[in-house]
């Protein structure tokens, strides 16, 4: 059990991988339904990873502009958040009562369907009817794959067998990005022998998206799934409200624990934002869709670096004093990536926005799970998660807004020309100028509510830490 104090300085965040680490991920992956059912989750969220790019997209062409652009954007992914929101304790209990099987394959089967008919029907209000179906369905299917894989491995790989599920989860976003940008490059000349095609490569996308399901709907099928247990304890579904307002009695006698979850929702809203805007943003500069593809490629690149092997290059520093400082340098990111919209400099910088995310987001979690009590630790999760998606919707539907009102009340578009760059200033990106300052915010008071070495500069620890490091070799 922790004793809900801050971890002491210096303790490592991950550790890095070992040969028997090593040797355990092929041992893993030897287990065949695992591997398949690994594949099958893995292939679903490339799916949709690329549903969501090609989704905004979309939205923004079929918006045609103005403020109905931004609004319609953001609709996509309200509409992708909303039934988790409203739905998702119900619809867990609800799948843990069927056959987890053919729920999948159906749920597959249904997603190929649904993002089919997309293109084919070729309208906004049905794009919107279309994903509020999917998530629906993703509801009951996300559960059922969860649920199996403890019955397919065994208790002692079961950490690593969730590992490697978030690798198949959230690696694949960048591989959609690329995919994206791929598609939206091809479709041009494709459009010869499929007329049926758009010329900005969205409906391509939204087609390969779609044949992701049915593959994974094949793949599943061939899974031997093991029979479950006759008798089985049914927990009764708790609401999103009930959930928020247990946890925030928790969390309000908790001043480090009240920091780090401000912190987190500070960041989780300052990026829902970026991504809110962003087709608008890339649109701005002139890139269309590849470009869009390619920012989302780099921000979740920098993601997979931050998480990885930011808290391994960082190891050594104050966690809760790094948890801070990895805000502020994302706020500071996005003030630079806001008033230099140019893609040559966007991009990287959005790789290292991602980074900055990357690490505070993995810290975060992990002083979560080491200050708060096992016993406690559930529901100051769900919390995090359900307070994470209602900050998000909210995010999302007050960001197009407050673009639009910049654009009419600031007489935006505005482009100025220095030397030979030509720079064109919106609404997006004073929003975003807005949200780097909301997270340098977050991060100052991070920093200052769970600052566990006062009096000591980071300099002065960076120092102490290459001292420390040298010493020990």
Not at 256 to 272: C, I, K, P
Not at 364 to 386: C, N, P
Request: charged share 15%; aromatic share 8%; glycine share 12%.
């Amino acid at each position: 059990m922790t004793t809900g104090k801050p971890p002491h300085d210096g303790d490592d965040v991950t550790a890095g991988p070992t040969p028997a680490s090593r040797g355990g991920l092929r041992a893993i992956l030897a287990i065949r339904p695992f591997r398949n059912l690994w594949a099958a989750g893995a292939l679903s969220s490339l799916g949709d990873w690329l549903a969501l790019l090609a989704t905004t997209a979309l939205a923004a062409e079929l918006a045609r502009g103005g403020v109905g652009q931004y609004l319609a954007v953001s609709g996509v992914f309200i509409l992708r958040i909303a039934p988790a929101i409203v739905l998702g304790p119900l619809a867990g209990v609800v799948a843990d009562r069927l056959d987890r099987r053919i729920t999948m394959i159906v749920g597959d089967l249904l997603r190929f369907a649904l993002f089919v008919s997309i293109p084919v029907v070729g309208t906004l209000w049905w794009m919107y009817v279309a994903i509020v179906i999917v998530e629906c369905v993703s509801l009951f299917w996300n559960p059922a794959k969860d649920a199996t894989v403890p019955n397919l491995v065994p208790p002692a790989k079961l950490e690593l067998a969730n590992q490697l599920n978030l690798v198949g989860s959230y690696g694949t976003a960048p591989i959609a990005a690329l995919l994206f940008s791929g598609l939206a490059l091809v479709s041009e000349p494709l459009r010869i022998l499929l007329p049926a095609l758009d010329e900005s490569g969205t409906f391509l996308a939204i087609y390969v998206n779609a044949l992701t399901f049915l593959v994974s709907a094949w793949i599943v099928s061939r899974v031997a799934f093991p029979p479950r247990e006759a008798a089985r304890e049914h927990l009764a579904a708790e609401s999103v409200y009930r959930t928020v307002a247990n946890g925030l009695l928790l969390v309000k006698q908790r001043p480090f624990v009240r920091g780090l979850v401000a912190g987190m929702l500070g960041a989780f809203a300052g990026g829902g934002l970026v991504i809110g805007l962003a087709t608008r943003f890339v649109a701005d500069m002139g890139a269309g869709a590849p470009g869009y593809g390619l920012l989302f490629m780099a921000v979740f690149t920098g993601m997979a670096f931050g998480l990885v092997l930011g808290p391994r290059l960082l190891a050594g520093f104050s966690r809760p004093r790094l948890f801070g400082a990895a805000l502020t340098g994302a706020g500071i990111v996005l003030l630079v990536l806001a008033v230099a919209p140019v893609l040559l400099l966007v991009l990287p910088l959005a790789v290292l926005l991602g980074c900055f995310v990357g690490v505070g987001w993995v810290i975060g979690y992990t002083l979560l799970g080491l200050t708060v009590e096992d016993e406690i630790r559930g529901r100051t999760f769900a919390l995090v998660q359900s307070l994470s998606g209602v900050v998000l919707v909210l995010v999302l539907a007050v960001a197009p807004l407050m673009a639009a009102a910049f654009d009419a009340g600031l007489g935006l578009p505005r482009t100025f020309t220095l030397g030979p760059v030509t720079l064109t200033y919106t609404g997006a990106m004073v929003t975003y100028l807005l949200a780097g300052l909301a997270m340098v915010g977050a991060g100052v008071g991070a920093w200052r509510s769970m600052n566990d070495r006062p009096g000591v500069s980071l300099v002065a620890e960076a120092r102490e830490v290459r001292r420390q490091r040298h010493d020990g070799h």
